[in-house]
């Protein structure tokens, strides 16, 4: 396969330092494109000496956004992404290679318990996972792994969806899930990063990661997240008026209120449902 590359970076010379030798020795015909996001230190020298084309953001963009940048200059069919902190193996490449030639759209390096980065992460992951799994009736190993090799012309589809920030890999899977592209897991490997602490900040990412479980409803089918909360606003609204009728022989503001709810929010998924519909037309 005609294979690009990509790796977004930000003061990642020790990562690429050791990244890049193996990358080249695993796939020594291929396009590498690595991003600098606003680096500081050589990380734009390093790559550049390694033999890899850098494309240098001005300042910290994102690492979604550096994605999106490298994916509309990748050359190849097949666009590889992964991180440059020296986590992810590129030997590991050509497992994902073959999933594609098996005809899937997408294969994404799975890690296991022993590759998050810590118990919290770990929890997080597990819990995006089994409701990825629930919304897409697929099995969803690994959703915010940015190991992954993807179709370019599929995967640009959906640039105008991905974030600038971190959560790229769930929206680019639920997107493709969403619109009948086939996507793989293979159980990767992951080392201990190199360089420089993690970029995530604990807190403010902390909570950008909560709001990323209703992102993963609303990009695949928002009538799932909607129905349910309609319910439970009937079935609290039944049971209040029960209540009331029993005690006092009344019917309530209150059980009004919260019938109407129920209604108002689930119009509200049938109209963010169609709406997601048109988001994923090839000429939307």
Not at 51 to 62: D, E, I, Q
Not at 208 to 216: A, G, N, Q, T
């Amino acid at each position: 396969m005609d294979v690009t590359v990509v790796l977004p970076a930000r003061n990642e010379v020790e990562g690429l330092q050791r990244t890049l030798p193996a990358l080249r020795a695993a796939l020594p015909g291929a396009e590498v494109i690595v991003v600098d996001d606003g680096s500081t230190d050589a990380t734009a020298e390093v790559a550049a000496a390694h033999g890899a084309r850098v494309l240098a953001n001005p300042y910290a963009m994102g690492n979604g956004a550096a994605i999106k940048r490298g994916a509309r200059a990748a050359g190849g069919e097949v666009i590889v992404f992964m991180d440059a902190d020296g986590q992810h193996d590129p030997a590991c490449i050509a497992q994902l290679l073959a999933k594609l030639g098996e005809g899937f759209d997408m294969a994404v390096g799975a890690r296991g318990r022993d590759g998050q980065a810590n118990a919290g992460r770990g929890l997080a992951n597990a819990l995006y996972n089994r409701l990825a799994s629930w919304m897409t009736g697929h099995e969803v190993l690994d959703l915010t792994s940015g190991f992954r090799a993807v179709r370019a012309d599929r995967f640009r589809e959906f640039l105008h969806l991905l974030p600038n920030g971190f959560s790229y890999p769930t929206t680019s899977t639920m997107a493709f899930f969403r619109s009948a592209y086939p996507v793989a897991y293979v159980p990767v490997p992951v080392a201990r990063r190199l360089g420089t602490s993690s970029h995530i900040r604990p807190l403010k990412d902390g909570i950008r990661f909560l709001l990323i479980i209703f992102k993963i409803a609303t990009l695949y089918s928002p009538v799932k997240l909607f129905a349910p909360a309609a319910l439970a606003f009937f079935l609290t609204g039944l049971g209040y008026y029960a209540w009331t009728f029993f005690h006092d022989h009344r019917f309530t503001n209150m059980s009004m209120l919260l019938f109407s709810a129920s209604v108002i929010v689930f119009l509200i998924g049938l109209v963010s449902e169609q709406i997601t519909a048109l988001t994923y037309r090839r000429d939307a």
